[in-house]
């Protein structure tokens, strides 16, 4: 390919600048070769000249197309050079807001100097197990990477954490040990993570520094080995450091402080253990106060160091350790302020009353006076004496500086090794990951010895990673077998045997070392001699003697000689050495142990006389030491797989988010990043799979270039377009590009789909213009239709008025002649009907005149007779007193002649008495009112007397007031003239108010009527008002109380909801420890025997009695006032009682079985008496089955009796009854007379056998409880010795049989007074409970009454607790009244158990000997025949199995089952059903010890099968499906109300009869809910790795939505025939719904796991999307939209619409809707807030953030937008978090479906070896 096709016009190619290091420009016109010049013009719109060298022909680099822009590896770029990098990361820096950046196997990593929420939990979770390239760059995917090749290449792997201060480095390496700490678990030791996290704090106070660049510039390099055991888990760490900054501790610059940890002990100095230490503020001290900078921003020193304490207890260096460390912090702090006076020019002095010297002393435990003299003294050896020297201030100075560097290091030195102690494991390491963080390529303006030792570090390292870069891009040629060349890169071997060789710097600077009198000027000079002209990399400058260049690889370094040497020695005076090894300060004695160690070994191998010179000689310089730990560090490096993540500090002021090109390109170029790009352009940068280059490419080909064979189209298509074959490769597998050769494959692509573009514009703007052109022909039609139709329409109209003119003149002339007749009508019938009333009227009078005379006449008649009545009534009555005065008379004289009488007398003084009496009593009583109207009378009279007194003072003012009138008379008549004229005046004002009273009453009258109406009108208006008043208050507070009920149930719904859930995660979690628990047990105990385990069961009766035993406490503290507050609970306390119950417990069983065992013996030794009675036994069971014969046969008669009746007396029926004296009447008669002699005859038959078998079982029940009340004569009852004398009972004469009859009755009513007895105490029993129930019932009425009262005056959260208090009580109440109740049916349930047992064996003792002698008998004489009918088999449901027999079942039914085939031949549940009807059997026998082992061997072997299986959905699913079954039967057989409802009448017979369950129900349901979380584990292992691939990268139609270029780090994509598409995904949704309906799930259960299938999706895609920059475009958001419709259809299929799966898929539909909706302007932006409720900001405003064009089309979302939806948004409350919680399930609730098998059904089949289990 030509230049002069890629510089054509509009091409656009970068141009160097001095401020911006790169500019954009476009080419005006075309380029042609020979051109001298380029024709450009700039962004903004300058156009300039760019001059082409012709012998070179260096055109500008060109520009990549903008769809390359931001791309996540820079390698993905079609234009590999400078700019393109440059502006690539700028673009995702300032744009983005992204700092991570992939350039080939390096990640490079731009400082924000802003915290970013891209480091949480959940980014972890999102990154652990994914591909590198599937993900967006990050730190995490780097940790990911490098632990998934350790895991899967088990080789060691290395993260080399590179760049200059301030760009980042140790936040890498944190985030990248805090990822290994989180995807990996300890193994063997606890907190191995936490401790290996802890050390960075202490690491960082101890290590780092504010300097100019950086705010926590790490002063040292670090190597930290994290290793791992086997499984891959942390089991501890190890670190390495390199080049400590000691001159720290002594100098800093202007701004710049010293060590961390010195600020953080001066900021803590307050506390009360370092006021020992004597500290201040830290601008007290010489050492901490030279940089006049001693805050930082938002750092808080007391704050940190607490940090710093509390990471050194974690890793368990002891408090004692901690302060000695503090104490000697202190003491450099204190030796810095030391002041040494100056007395001549090589003589100093130090005072030993110096107060910091003093306190430096009292802390290091050394005496004062001898530190004080050698800090000004020298001692000098020579071979025969020694010399005691003074020194000048300048080398005291220096060697006080010296000596506080020397103890900084040393105690660093310590406090790496005891971190390395603290994190060394005893476990053996598998592998390790190894963590480098060491300083990048430094050059300062004065570079000296340490900046050398950097640099040198750097170029090691550079070469390495050029030697691996080099090294994977030859594999990959290798692998994908073609032809390559050797790429030629810069090689910095000869710059490092510059530095490290023989004669090199280094050598001859530790040879000037050694000599006597070396000095920096002498290295100086040797140098230039030596090196100058030998190597080109090292150079001199040319105005200075005293400084040296060397090439490095980024760049040329200038450092000056001055210190040198003396930095290398690192000398420290002896005797101060000395000094402090005398110190009784034990701590640091410990520092200079490695000293005096190393000093004894020298003294050992050298003479005495030459010890110290031999010691000095073997001393290795800082060089030395440095240049070895940097050959262990690389032969490390090289043994391991390394990880590159290059830090890139964007500006030097520390802004956020700002980009200063100039120094980002130095760093580039220092850290290696464009000479891998160069690396990279050399050979193939450009890699393609076929699939993808097909898929990407495909509109380039034709219909007939498309072959079935992907490679040969892809070669067909490509040597079509590229005619230079060196321009690509033919690989394995991929396609390899040259550099730029994709840019053009991007333009052919654009132009093809431009001109597609402006074919389809010209297609359909021809369909517009001629569907305008229709439209416009259609409307001329449509014109033309109307007019003419308007036309029509006026002369219809015309018409029809005509008509109707004629037919309106026609009426009306109709209608005046007819008014006409109807006047001359209607007059006429006026005349007659005046005459004809005229003629009624005279009739009337006539007959009103006749009818009058009649009345008269007949009142006058009245009266007369009614005066002849009265008289003859008057004359009666005269005649009646005369007769009856004549009869007084004389009954008069007979009265006065008796009352002359004595008797008379008597008679009238009795009834005197009785007058005189009640006269007497009157008399009394008229005392009384006369006493009490006394009383009021001088009341009255006081009165009176009162008033008279007020009447004389009243007579008095009047007779003053009549004087006064008498005064007054005179004026009288002047008045009275006055008077009269008034009155005059009155009488007229009077009319004239009369008059207006009138027209005001008239009025008044009116207004008051008016009033009264608008009264009636307001008040029926206001009684509207009151009631529509009356029915808005109450609608208002009955959609308040709705309001309140539904925000009170969704409360309680969510709180419900949270709660379960937190149990479930609870319960999940106790499980897992259980389980791992239970791991740990077994490996313990692998070696020994197995022990017994307690099971699960063990554990759910021990929650079950910390339940009951909290709830006796509460119960007790509610019990008390209401006003004490209730004390909380010790659960230690707590435990302790549980155990000391359950040891009762264990105590209570065990003597239960003692005194079981005893009555067992007991019975034994009955037996014998019992053996003694089976003759009478055996003749009671003939007898009795005589009976049951003739009660039969009775049965059969009373039945044929009745229908007898009922057909002789049914009228209804087709034939009638026979009539009276008829032959069938006559034969029926008979029937019925036999009929009745035969019952007669069986009735005194079965009261004899009664009365004789009362008799027996009286002898039998004769020392049982029943028969104590009963007493028999025994002796007069004759025995029958044999049975065969049983015959003889027929034979018995009268007498005989009555008597025996009569006995019978006897004994008969005995034992019914007996059971009337106890009817009657068990009836007063049941009365007794009753009433107090009752009383209980009324009590807790009230205190419920009591309860609500209180509560209706509480606020709602205190109404709660109450509420909540009071049930918790009740409940407890409950539990300790049924724990009593237990308790004695427990005892009920024994006694019963062992009548029960003894009855038993009763019976079969019975039994055996009845069978002999029915045997022997129908052998010897022949029996009366029986006929016994035998009855179907009826099964009770129930499953017969020896003890023992447990671990069989579970085994056959558990462990070895296949699911598969049971869940397709069988009917669901059955092995639920199987271990139900056994624990049937097991209630059926009253054997709790069966139960219980049969519940918890079940219990301990579905757990097993579920943790050996757990990983398969099938096995899964069947034993969650088993187990909500026999959960759900042991509900629905308990007997309780709740549950019996839906049971039939058979199915109520077979609920549990002696023990109740509903703990173990509580445990199956834990189980279950363990089971559930197993599956949904099961179900996202198995869904994880589908997900992304068919929601996300599958392209339903291939070729359309096309996929961008990418780089080096390829998402790791399938063949086409593997691909995983949606419809893959839905099959295995489908699968998993089959498998769980073949199983018999409840349909609510499945429903909740779909909702959490389709959760997991959600959350798992949603995740990617938002870490997948490629996978934000239009073009996917239609893929995820037409996926997501998949999904709801299938729900639809299957009738689960109604699941709430459609809503868990809700952010992700609006994620996808957001993808693809107008981002522009802010009525935009206001339509995302209303559309995105289910997203959080922080998701939107990442996938705007992450939009990227895939077709040029396409527009970027401008940084301004994002903004405004920011401010937008910035109101919501919502969780500020980026990703959605994939580890998140729902809670589950376990529904209760009854089941409608009937138990007695169920058949077990053969398959199961079940054959030791009978049906019962």
Not at 1379 to 1385: F, G, I, T
Request: proline share 2%; with cysteine; glycine share 4%.
């Amino acid at each position: 390919m030509a230049a002069c096709e890629l510089y054509a016009k509009h091409a656009r190619v970068w141009l160097p600048d001095a401020a911006e290091v790169w500019k954009s420009a476009e080419l005006i016109k075309d380029y042609t070769p020979g051109d001298q010049t380029l024709a450009l013009q700039l962004e903004d719109g300058t156009e300039v000249k760019y001059k082409i060298d012709p012998k070179t022909n260096n055109l500008p680099p060109l520009r990549n197309p903008n769809i390359l822009v931001g791309e996540n590896d820079l390698t993905a770029l079609s234009y590999l050079h400078e700019p393109a990098v440059l502006h690539n990361i700028k673009v995702r820096f300032i744009d983005s807001k992204t700092i991570y950046t992939y350039c080939g196997i390096v990640l490079v990593a731009i400082n924000p100097y802003e915290s970013l929420p891209i480091y949480e939990a959940d980014i972890i979770n999102a990154y652990s197990g994914q591909n590198m390239g599937d993900m967006d760059p990050h730190i995490f995917a780097v940790a990911e990477e490098a632990y998934k090749q350790m895991a899967r290449d088990e080789r060691n792997q290395s993260i080399i954490v590179s760049g200059e201060s301030g760009a980042g480095k140790t936040v890498s390496a944190k985030y990248a040990m805090r990822y290994f700490a989180t995807v990996s678990c300890s193994s063997g030791e606890a907190n191995v993570e936490e401790r290996v996290l802890a050390s960075s704090p202490i690491m960082e106070a101890l290590g780092n520094a504010k300097t100019t660049r950086n705010d926590n510039s790490s002063r040292f390099g670090k190597y930290i080995e994290i290793g791992f055991d086997k499984k891959h888990c942390i089991i501890g760490a190890n670190m390495r450091t390199y080049l400590l900054e000691k001159s720290r501790v002594v100098f800093q610059a202007h701004g710049e402080r010293n060590y961390h940890i010195f600020y953080q002990l001066c900021a803590s100095s307050h506390l009360p253990e370092f006021k020992a230490f004597k500290l201040g503020c830290a601008d007290d001290f010489h050492c901490t106060n030279q940089g006049h900078s001693p805050v930082i921003d938002r750092v808080d020193d007391a704050k940190e160091m607490h940090n710093t304490r509390k990471a050194f207890s974690l890793l368990g260096i002891s408090e004692s350790d901690q302060m000695a460390i503090y104490q000697i912090l202190a003491a450099i702090l204190h030796l810095s302020n030391v002041e040494v006076k100056d007395q001549s020019a090589d003589k100093s002095s130090v005072s030993p009353d110096n107060v910091h010297l003093m306190v430096f002393c009292e802390l290091m435990g050394v005496p004062g006076e001898e530190m004080a003299h050698w800090l000004c003294h020298l001692k000098l050896k020579t071979t025969t004496e020694t010399y005691v020297k003074s020194i000048s201030k300048m080398n005291a100075v220096n060697g006080r500086d010296a000596l506080a560097k020397h103890i900084y290091a040393r105690l660093f030195s310590w406090i790496v090794g005891s971190i390395n102690n603290a994190l060394k494991s005893a476990v053996k390491q598998h592998s390790f990951i190894g963590v480098l963080d060491i300083y990048g390529f430094e050059t300062f303006d004065v570079n000296s010895f340490e900046q050398f030792c950097i640099n040198y570090a750097n170029e090691k390292l550079q070469q390495q990673f050029n030697l691996h870069v080099f090294k994977l891009e030859q594999e990959e040629y290798m692998k994908e077998q073609i032809p390559w060349t050797l790429i030629d890169f810069y090689d910095n071997q000869p710059c490092i045997n510059l530095i490290e060789a023989k004669l090199g710097v280094l050598d001859l600077l530790d040879e000037e070392c050694k000599m006597p009198k070396g000095s920096d000027d002498t290295w100086a000079q040797k140098m230039y001699n030596t090196l100058l002209k030998q190597n080109a990399h090292f150079d001199k400058p040319r105005l200075s003697n005293k400084a040296f260049i060397i090439h490095h690889f980024a760049d040329k370094v200038e450092y000056q000689c001055v210190g040198f040497l003396e930095k290398n020695k690192d000398t420290v005076n002896e005797e101060q050495i000395n000094v402090l090894k005398k110190s009784k300060f034990d701590f640091l004695l410990k520092l200079f142990e490695d000293d005096e160690k190393a000093a004894s070994s020298t003294n050992k191998q050298t003479n005495t006389g030459r010890s110290g010179q031999t010691q000095r000689e073997n001393k290795k310089t800082v060089g030395l030491q440095f240049r070895q730990s940097l050959h262990l560090l690389m032969d490390t490096l090289n043994a391991t797989t390394p990880h590159y993540v290059r830090c890139i500090k964007p500006n030097d002021h520390k802004a956020s988010f700002t980009l200063d090109p100039v120094r980002a390109v130095q760093q580039l170029r220092a850290c290696g990043i464009l000479e891998t790009i160069r690396i990279s352009a050399a050979g193939f940068p450009s890699r393609w799979t076929y699939q993808e280059f097909f898929s990407r490419y495909r509109v380039l080909m034709k219909q007939k270039d498309v072959l079935p064979d992907r490679k040969q189209t892809c070669r067909n298509l490509l040597e079509k377009l590229i005619k230079d074959q060196d321009k690509y490769q033919f690989g394995k597998n991929k396609i390899f590009f040259r550099a730029g050769q994709v840019a053009y494959l991007e333009k052919l692509r654009s132009d093809m789909l431009r001109m597609a573009c402006v074919r389809i514009q010209k297609t359909i703007r021809c369909w517009l213009a001629r569907k305008k052109y229709l439209r416009m022909k259609e409307s001329a039609i449509t014109i033309q239709r109307h007019v003419r139709g308007h036309q029509a329409r006026c002369y219809v109209k015309f018409l029809r008025s005509t008509r109707a003119a004629v037919v309106i003149q026609r009426n009306v002339r109709m209608w005046v002649t007819r008014r006409r007749y109807q006047k001359q009508r209607s007059a006429a019938i006026t005349v007659q009907c005046f005459l004809r009333a005229y003629m009624a009227r005279k009739q009337y009078y006539k007959f009103m005149y006749e009818q009058k005379a009649v009345i008269i006449q007949k009142w006058v008649k009245g009266w007369l007779a009614r005066q002849h009545y009265k008289r003859a009534l008057a004359d009666i009555v005269l005649l009646q007193s005369c007769v009856r005065r004549m009869m007084a008379k004389k009954e008069l004289k007979k009265l006065k002649m008796e009352a002359r009488s004595v008797e008379h007398f008597k008679k009238l003084n009795i009834g005197m008495e009785n007058k005189i009496l009640q006269l007497q009593h009157k008399i009394n009583e008229q005392h009384k009112e006369n006493r009490e109207l006394s009383e009021k009378l001088n009341v009255v009279g006081k009165t009176q007397a009162v008033e008279r007194e007020r009447h004389s003072r009243d007579i008095e003012n009047l007779r003053r007031s009549e004087q006064e009138a008498k005064v007054k008379a005179e004026t009288v008549p002047s008045l009275l003239e006055q008077l009269s004229f008034l009155q005059k005046e009155l009488e007229n004002i009077r009319r004239e108010k009369e008059a207006v009273e009138d027209r005001a009453k008239v009025y008044v009258e009116e207004t008051q009527q008016v009033v009264a109406e608008l009264n009636m009108k307001n008040s029926s208006l206001n009684n509207e008002k009151d009631e529509l008043n009356k029915l808005i208050v109450e609608q208002a507070q009955q959609l308040k109380e709705t309001k309140t009920n539904m925000e009170n149930t969704k409360q309680m719904e969510k709180d419900l909801t949270e709660e379960r859930s937190r149990y479930q995660s609870l319960l999940s979690e106790h499980l897992h420890l259980e389980e791992r628990h239970r791991d740990l047990k077994e490996e313990m105990n692998t070696p020994s025997k197995p022990s017994h385990k307690r099971t699960d069961s063990s554990y759910s009766s021990n929650s079950s009695e910390f339940s009951q035993s909290l709830g006796s406490t509460d119960g007790e503290d509610n019990s008390q006032t209401e006003d004490e507050t209730q004390p909380t609970v010790d659960l230690p306390v707590l435990l302790k009682f549980q155990r000391r119950v359950k040891e009762l417990e264990q105590e209570k069983q065990s003597l239960w079985q003692q005194l079981d065992n005893r009555e067992e013996a007991q019975q034994e030794k009955a037996k014998e008496a019992e053996k003694q009675r089976t003759v009478g036994r055996a003749e009671l069971d003939l007898e009795t089955l005589k009976r049951q014969e003739l009660e039969s046969e009775n049965k059969k008669l009373k039945q044929d009796l009745n229908e007898l009746r009922k057909s002789l007396t049914n009228e209804n029926s087709a034939s009638m009854p026979p009539a009276p004296g008829s032959l069938p009447y006559n034969i029926l008669v008979d029937q019925l007379s036999s009929s009745n002699e035969e019952l007669d005859m069986r009735k005194e038959e079965v009261l004899l056998l009664r009365s004789h078998m009362v008799r027996q079982e009286a002898l039998k029940h004769k020392d049982s409880a029943l028969g104590e009340g009963v007493k028999i004569d025994l002796s007069e009852i004759p025995s029958f010795q044999d049975v065969n004398r049983s015959t003889a009972i027929h034979t018995l004469n009268e007498d005989g049989e009555l008597w025996l009859a009569y006995e019978g009755l006897k004994e008969t009513n005995r034992l019914l007074e007996c059971q009337m007895q106890e009817q009657e105490c068990l009836h007063n029993e049941k009365n007794k409970k009753l009433l107090q129930e009752v009383n209980k019932l009324k009590e807790e009425k009230e205190q419920q009454q009591k309860l609500l009262a209180q509560s209706l005056n509480l606020p709602e959260g205190a109404r709660i607790e109450a509420i909540l208090k009071h049930e918790i009580t009740r409940l407890t109440n409950e539990n300790l009244e049924l724990l009593e109740q237990q308790e004695k049916q427990d005892k009920t349930i024994r006694k019963l158990k062992k009548q029960l047992k003894v009855y038993m064996k009763k019976v079969e003792d019975f039994e055996a000997s009845a069978q002999q002698k029915n045997n022997s008998s129908m052998m010897n004489t022949p029996v009366r025949a029986v006929n016994i009918t035998r009855k179907e088999k009826e099964y009770q449901g129930m499953l017969e199995y020896r003890e023992g027999d447990e671990s069989r079942l579970l085994k056959n039914l558990v462990i070895d089952l296949k699911a598969r085939g049971v869940a397709v031949s069988l009917i669901p549940g059955l092995p639920a059903y199987i271990i139900f009807m056994c624990l049937r059997y097991a209630d059926h026998v009253n054997d709790d010890q069966r139960v219980s082992s049969l519940l918890n061997s079940t219990i301990s072997s579905i757990k097993g099968v579920i943790k050996r299986r757990g990983d398969d959905f099938e096995v899964v699913s069947f034993w969650l499906s088993n187990t909500c079954r026999l959960l759900n039967c042991l509900k629905q057989y308990s007997g309780d109300e709740v549950f019996i409802t839906h049971n039939t009448a058979k199915q109520n017979e077979h609920c549990l009869t002696n023990f109740e369950l509903s703990e173990y129900q509580q445990v199956l349901g834990d189980l279950s809910i363990q089971i559930y979380r197993q599956l949904i584990k099961c179900m996202e292992d198995i869904l994880q790795s589908m997900i992304v691939a068919s929601m996300l990268e599958h392209e339903a139609i291939q070729g359309v939505l096309g996929s961008k270029p990418t780089g080096l780090r390829k998402r790791s994509s399938s063949s086409p025939e593997e691909a995983v598409t949606v419809e893959v995904l839905l099959q295995r949704l489908g699968l998993f719904h089959a498998t769980m309906s073949q199983h018999g799930m409840d349909s609510d259960l499945i429903k909740q796991v779909v909702k959490q299938q389709f959760y997991i999706i959600c959350a798992v895609t949603l995740n990617n999307l938002l870490l997948r920059k490629d996978m934000c475009s239009w073009s996917k958001g239609l893929q995820i939209r037409y996926n997501v419709w998949q999904l709801e259809e299938w729900l639809t299929e299957r009738e689960l619409a109604d699941c709430g799966a459609k809503e868990t898929l809700e952010p992700l539909v609006q994620a996808a809707q957001l993808l693809q909706i107008k981002k522009k302007t802010e009525s935009d932006a206001q339509a995302i807030c209303n559309m995105c409720t289910a997203l959080t900001t922080a998701q939107i405003v990442k996938v705007l953030t992450l939009y990227t064009p895939v077709i040029e089309f396409e527009e970027r979302v401008t940084t301004s937008f994002i903004e405004t939806i920011k401010n937008l948004l910035k109101d919501r409350d919502e969780s500020s978090t980026l990703m959605m919680d994939t580890k998140k399930i729902f809670s589950v609730t376990l529904p209760f479906s009854p089941s409608s098998v009937a138990l007695e059904t169920i058949q077990i089949p053969a398959s199961f070896n079940l054959g030791f289990l009978t049906r019962i």
